[in-house]
C-alpha cells in the first residue's frame, strides 16, 4: 500500500478551465503517468490524457509537469521530494481539446510543409549506399520521437500565436538539417529554405528546446548552429570582409542585398525573436553589442559551436557517385545492387 500524495491538475476544455486538487496513492517505481491512470481508476474517469507506450517511446504523454514540459511517463515520482506537490498541465503552446490533451496541428503542419527527402538521380529506390561514416552526423536526428516537448517550450511561438505562420519551430530544424547532412539528398537549398520559410532566423539559440528533448538530442548545438553558421558564411568570405572594409556600411547593408539574418516570411514576429522583451523567455545568448551599435551573428561567438562537417563545408551534396565507395557487407557474394565506383 503507497502512501497519499498532493497533486493539482489542469481540467476544462477549450472553453476554460482551472486547476483542481487529488490526493492520489504513490506507490514505489512509480511515474507521473502511473498517476494519472490511478486518478482516472478512482476519481475522475472522465480525465483525458493521451498515452501509447509508457516506455518513453510514443511521444503521446507529453505535458507540463511543476511548470516543465516533459513526458509523464518518464516522469518518475522519486525525483519530488516526498511532501511535494505535483501540479500537471497540458502543453501550453497548442490549443487545448480537453484536460491534458491538446491539438498538435500546429506541427503536422510543419512537417507537411518541410520538403521531402528528395532522391538521387538515377538511382532506384532499394539502391541507395551510403556510408555509415556519412550519416553518423544526421544519425542522431532520426530518435525524435516527435513529443513536441521542443515546440512547446520555444519561447519564440510559445505565448506567441501570431508567430506560428513563419516560424516550423526546432523539431523542423532537426528535420532540414537531418536531410541536408543525407549524402544522398538531391536538395542543395536546405539551408536557405531553413533561412526563408522556416524562420531559422528567429531562434537565439536560447536551446530551451535541447534542455527539454526526452531523446538528448543536441538540436542546438548539432543542428540550428550549423546551418545558421553555413547561411552567414558567406558574410564571413574574406572579399566580402574587404568589400565592408572599403565601402560604407550602408552601401553593403546585408538586408538591402537579400543577405539578412531575417526570413523573408517576416509576419507579424513579435517577443524576443523581434526584438522586444517578453516575460518568460529566457535570457538570450547573443554577442554583446558593438562600438558600432551592430551585434557579431551570436552563434559564431558562442562558446559551443557546430562541429565541422564531415563532408568538409564547401562539399555540394550528395557526394559524386565516383566519391561513394560501398563496402558490401559480404565480400565475394554476388550483389544485384550497385558497388564499388560502378553507381
Ligand atoms: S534554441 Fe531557443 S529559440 Fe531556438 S528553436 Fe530552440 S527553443 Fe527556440
Ligand atoms: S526533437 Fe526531441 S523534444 Fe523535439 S519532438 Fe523530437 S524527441 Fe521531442
Ligand atoms: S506514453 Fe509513449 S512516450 Fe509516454
New binding site residues.
Given amino acids: 500500500m503507497g502512501t497519499k500524495r498532493h497533486f493539482r491538475v489542469w481540467r476544462g476544455d477549450e472553453s476554460g478551465g482551472d486547476i483542481q486538487d487529488y490526493d492520489v496513492e504513490v506507490n514505489d517505481g512509480e511515474v507521473v503517468l502511473d498517476i494519472i491512470h490511478r486518478l482516472q481508476a478512482t476519481q475522475t474517469p472522465d480525465l483525458a490524457c493521451r498515452w501509447n507506450c509508457k516506455a518513453g517511446k510514443c ?1 503521446s504523454c ?1 505535458m507540463e509537469i511543476n511548470g516543465k514540459p516533459k513526458l509523464g511517463c518518464m516522469t518518475r515520482m522519486s525525483t519530488f521530494e516526498e511532501d511535494e506537490t505535483v501540479t500537471i498541465t497540458p502543453l501550453r503552446t497548442f490549443p487545448i481539446i480537453r484536460d491534458l490533451v491538446t491539438d498538435v496541428t500546429f ?1 503536422y503542419e510543419k512537417a507537411r510543409e518541410t520538403p521531402a527527402f528528395a532522391p538521387p538521380a538515377g538511382v532506384a529506390p532499394g539502391q541507395y549506399r551510403m556510408k555509415q561514416v556519412d550519416v553518423e552526423r544526421s544519425q542522431e ?1 532520426r ?9 512547446n517550450t520555444c519561447h519564440v511561438v510559445r505565448d506567441h500565436e501570431e508567430n506560428k505562420a513563419a516560424f516550423s519551430g ?2 523542423y530544424f ?1 528535420r532540414a538539417a537531418e536531410l541536408d547532412m543525407h549524402p544522398l539528398d538531391a536538395r542543395t537549398d536546405r539551408k536557405d529554405y531553413a533561412q526563408a520559410e522556416q524562420g531559422l532566423g528567429f531562434c537565439n539559440i536560447t536551446k530551451c ?1 535541447t534542455e ?4 538528448h ?1 543536441k ?1 542546438t548545438d548539432n543542428a540550428i548552429i550549423p546551418m545558421k553558421e553555413r547561411v552567414v558564411d558567406r558574410r564571413y568570405d574574406p572579399l566580402v570582409w574587404l568589400g565592408r572594409k572599403i565601402f560604407r556600411r550602408d552601401q553593403l547593408d546585408g538586408s538591402a542585398h537579400g543577405d539578412s539574418m531575417a526570413p523573408s516570411t517576416s509576419v507579424g514576429v513579435t517577443g524576443v525573436a523581434a526584438g522586444t522583451p517578453f516575460s518568460s523567455a529566457r535570457p538570450s545568448e547573443a554577442a554583446p553589442v558593438r562600438d558600432d551599435g551592430r551585434m557579431d551573428v551570436a552563434e559564431l561567438a558562442l562558446p559551443q559551436q557546430g562541429g565541422p562537417s564531415p563532408f568538409g563545408d564547401d562539399q555540394e551534396l550528395p557526394l559524386p557517385p565516383g566519391e561513394i565507395v560501398y563496402n558490401h557487407p559480404a565480400p565475394g557474394k554476388d550483389d544485384t545492387g550497385p558497388k564499388g565506383d560502378a553507381h
Wanted: net charge neutral; proline share 9%; charged share 15%.
Fill in positions: 511521444g507529453s506541427n536526428f530518435k525524435c520521437i516527435e513529443c513536441f516537448l521542443c515546440q526546432p523539431r532537426i528546446c527539454v528533448c526526452p531523446e538530442i538540436i
